[in-house]
């Protein structure tokens, strides 16, 4: 997931909750602009608003517990520092990647043993290993508390209900009381959520900051309104929902004007099942042997 230090949002390539390098790190976030539309048309099972809500953070929380699935998948990531395409394959020591794109080029032999040899240090030390599952740890309790925040932190309406989806509006309960300065971030945004009326999962937030989130009189830092992020999520098989898409462009300052800027955006696609048995060991050899790209039906070029 990206991690703004203040604003969480869960990265591509895992689960709502799920996963923290959604690039290198991350928790989550939510939200786009909010209609005080009325309430839509008739929604099937006559539920109401707020127990779609419930039941879309209860799905979600109950997967990012018991959804254990692991994916291989093409991940290509834009900021104003980096426009790299990897594969990533999951494993359960942990993720590992091999960058095949690097500014729209193939990497270098030279950049490409770098890569090489990042990915055998990851595999080779379990010091770093945990540090990375720790990160992941972190983000991943950051997503799910703003996810059981969700029903309370706003007011929802139902502005839409066709093609299998309901779409939902929200905007800032006037009753929430933030406790932390994610929650107050989270307290200052609206936006739509769709979701998917079948499974009852989350196919899209998308959202925007309504007005500027000041912290310590604006000494220890400050975002900026009009901040906005989107994310878009599929079932890429078997019931495992992703985030395939994410999403932010948010700006501000913190701690006696150091720049806040995060202008991200994450696509992943190519999802196949991780085979069974393969380890960090056997994932570091399928991403070195060409294996991986050939699982994914891509074609993978280094420089000579």
Same mark, same amino acid.
């Given at each position: 997931?990206?991690?703004?230090?203040?604003?969480?949002?869960?990265?591509?390539?895992?689960?709502?909750?799920?996963?923290?390098?959604?690039?290198?790190?991350?928790?989550?976030?939510?939200?786009?602009?909010?209609?005080?539309?009325?309430?839509?048309?008739?929604?099937?099972?006559?539920?109401?608003?707020?127990?779609?809500?419930?039941?879309?953070? &209860?799905?979600?929380?109950?997967?990012?517990?018991?959804?254990?699935? *692991?994916?291989?998948?093409?991940?290509?990531?834009?900021?104003?520092?980096?426009?790299?395409?990897?594969?990533?394959?999951?494993?359960?020591?942990?993720?590992?990647?091999?960058? @095949?794109?690097?500014?729209?080029?193939?990497?270098?032999?030279?950049?490409?043993?770098?890569?090489?040899?990042?990915? +055998?240090?990851?595999?080779?030390?379990?010091?770093?290993?945990?540090?990375?599952?720790?990160?992941?740890?972190?983000?991943?309790?950051?997503?799910?508390?703003?996810?059981?925040?969700?029903?309370?932190?706003?007011?929802?309406?139902?502005?839409?209900? *066709?093609?299998?989806?309901?779409?939902?509006?929200?905007?800032?309960?006037?009753?929430?009381?933030?406790?932390?300065?994610?929650?107050?971030?989270?307290?200052?945004?609206?936006?739509?959520?769709?979701?998917?009326?079948?499974?009852?999962r989350l196919r899209k937030l998308s959202?925007?900051?309504?007005?500027?989130?000041?912290?310590?009189?604006?000494?220890?830092?400050? @975002?900026?309104?009009?901040?906005?992020?989107?994310?878009?999520? +599929?079932?890429?098989?078997?019931?495992?929902?992703?985030?395939?898409?994410?999403?932010? &462009?948010?700006?501000?300052? *913190?701690?006696?004007?150091?720049?806040?800027?995060?202008?991200?955006?994450? @696509?992943?696609?190519?999802?196949?099942?991780?085979?069974?048995?393969?380890?960090?060991?056997? *994932?570091?050899?399928?991403?070195?042997?060409?294996?991986?790209?050939?699982?994914?039906?891509?074609?993978?070029?280094?420089?000579?």
């Amino acid at each position: 997931m990206i991690d703004t230090g203040l604003l969480p949002v869960p990265r591509p390539g895992r689960a709502f909750t799920k996963r923290t390098p959604l690039p290198g790190r991350i928790s989550c976030a939510i939200f786009l602009s909010a209609s005080l539309l009325a309430v839509a048309p008739r929604i099937a099972s006559a539920q109401s608003v707020d127990e779609i809500v419930r039941k879309v953070v &209860h799905n979600e929380l109950d997967a990012d517990f018991n959804d254990h699935t *692991a994916w291989m998948y093409r991940d290509a990531y834009k900021s104003p520092e980096k426009d790299i395409v990897k594969l990533v394959i999951e494993a359960p020591q942990g993720n590992l990647s091999e960058i @095949i794109e690097d500014g729209g080029r193939p990497p270098s032999a030279e950049e490409h043993q770098s890569d090489l040899n990042r990915i +055998q240090q990851i595999v080779s030390d379990p010091a770093l290993r945990a540090r990375m599952k720790k990160n992941e740890q972190h983000d991943g309790q950051q997503a799910r508390d703003m996810m059981t925040m969700l029903p309370n932190a706003f007011v929802w309406h139902i502005i839409d209900h *066709a093609n299998g989806d309901i779409t939902l509006s929200f905007y800032p309960a006037p009753s929430f009381s933030p406790d932390s300065m994610n929650a107050k971030v989270l307290a200052a945004m609206s936006g739509i959520l769709v979701v998917d009326e079948h499974s009852m999962r989350l196919r899209k937030l998308s959202g925007h900051l309504d007005h500027e989130v000041v912290f310590g009189w604006g000494l220890l830092g400050r @975002i900026n309104s009009g901040g906005t992020f989107e994310i878009v999520r +599929q079932d890429v098989g078997f019931g495992s929902w992703q985030i395939t898409q994410m999403h932010v &462009h948010i700006s501000g300052h *913190a701690l006696f004007f150091k720049n806040i800027g995060d202008q991200e955006d994450e @696509i992943t696609s190519d999802y196949h099942r991780t085979p069974d048995g393969v380890d960090l060991n056997k *994932a570091a050899e399928m991403l070195r042997n060409g294996e991986a790209a050939r699982e994914l039906h891509l074609e993978v070029h280094f420089g000579g």
